[in-house]
């Protein structure tokens, strides 16, 4: 499952399925589900940066777990932006 994903290609997914980045202090990024109000964290990214596997698989699983996207769907989204 891991592969080299660019932040920006993350974020616009996140928002794609309904996410809102919510303003915060520090060093952190933070998106907010308003269908399920699930909570991602992840660093400070630069829009080009290639995230790193860890937050890529808490990513999947917040998803997974709050039924806001399939397992198929994910993983075909990985494949399809690291190609």
């Known amino acids: 499952m891991i592969r080299n994903i660019q932040f920006t290609d993350l974020e616009q997914l996140l928002l794609k399925i309904g996410f809102t980045k919510v303003p915060t202090t520090g060093s952190q990024q933070v998106y907010q589900s308003s269908s399920s109000g699930a909570l991602i964290v992840l ?11 860890v937050h890529l698989v808490a990513v999947r699983r917040v998803l997974i777990e709050n039924d ?5 769907t994910f993983d075909s989204f990985l494949e399809k932006v690291a190609s």
């Open 43 to 53: 660093p400070a990214y630069e829009q080009q940066a290639y995230v790193q596997p």
């Open 68 to 72: 806001l996207i399939n397992t198929n």
